[in-house]
């Protein structure tokens, strides 16, 4: 495993380079965007079994890529996207929530840019999310941004389990991202639109598998039902109730690697 900068990526405040993990194995080479809660740890665990070359990369602001001037928007983090699909011939790509709103609005400018990708946990598609999700959304990072670990840790718990809602693991989490201010870079999530008109993904060439969850409101099951309707020939599977990042993230791998290494 490589750990590199790539140099001329343009990041949204004019910053030279990401911060990118390259794990070599030939063809075909697969990009891996990670969720808002996520990091380049996220996406290794998740592509684990996916055979040629793995491309893992922070979105400005995360890891050690250059922080932004502004909270993150679509349009830059699609083109961090389209970049490094395009710097690594990469013909695959895996995506996270955050990762999936920006490889959304990718595919439905360049629908032939890929020839296989699996996105997780779709967050919206070509409407708001509902009122009352926003805005608890909008509160957590509020008080995340107030420097209020809690904040982040009501975040990250309404798209985990139960069980793990008190472990100190998901606390160390939740103090770890807002230490790094990630709450700063999030003010624009929850009134995000992947793409204006979901008949625009009518066009997307690519062999697609859409992920989700039960039980997540951030992550509905029907967001995830419109989005595989509206691309031709996408498979939906749904795991247990929520917790694709912690308690299914075995199976969401062995299902990532199964679908990408498919031969065709």
Known sequence: MATESMPGLPAPDGSPSLE??????????TVFAHSAGGSIAETTAIGKHVAGRRIHFHFPGYGTSPRPRRPLNLDQLARCLH????AHAAT???????????????LARHPHALRRA???????????????????????LAAGRAGDAGGMLELLRTSTPDSLHH???LARHARSLTEQRIPDLLSNVSGFVPVPDSTALARITAKSLIITHRDDPFHSVQVAESLAAAIPGARLHT?????ALSTHRTEIAELTGDFLNRPG
Request: with cysteine.
């Open 20 to 29: 990118i993990v390259r794990e070599d194995g030939g063809q075909p080479t």
């Open 83 to 86: 970049h490094m699909l395009t």
């Open 92 to 106: 695959q790509a895996v995506s996270i929530s955050l990762g999936t709103s920006a490889l959304l609005r990718l």
């Open 118 to 140: 699996v996105l997780v946990l779709p967050f919206t598609l070509d409407q708001l999310a509902p009122r009352l999700i926003r805005e608890h959304y909008d509160a957590c």
């Open 167 to 169: 472990s100190p693991a």
């Open 239 to 243: 795991v247990g109730a929520r917790g």
